[in-house]
């Protein structure tokens, strides 16, 4: 089986948004709302990389029409998901 390894930028992004996980979660007791800052920082990363993934997509030749459906689809939802995020912990932090 063929499998590849994950990229050092993907890499470093998971623990990016790791560690502001950490971070959100360890200065609740300082500052209460610092875990939805947290979540909305990193729901902002999820979006920003789903479209981006989206946009390479779209500009890279196709080798296979069910392969690029499928990325635009899971991606897409990513994006939207990201979008929906964003909008519960911005409302959570405004209340």
Do not use: H
Not at 79 to 88: D, N, S, V
């Amino acid at each position: 089986m063929n499998q590849q390894r994950l990229p050092l930028r993907y890499k470093a992004l998971i623990a990016v948004n790791f560690a502001i996980g950490v971070a959100g979660i360890l200065l609740r007791p300082l500052y209460p709302k610092s875990i939805f800052i947290a979540m909305f920082i990193i729901a902002t990363m999820i979006t920003a990389l789903s479209g981006w993934v989206i946009l390479r997509e779209k500009l890279k030749p196709s080798t296979s029409i069910s392969e690029t459906r499928l990325t635009l689809t899971v991606f897409g939802l990513g994006i939207g998901l990201g979008i929906w995020g964003m909008y519960i912990t911005l409302g959570s932090i405004l209340e």
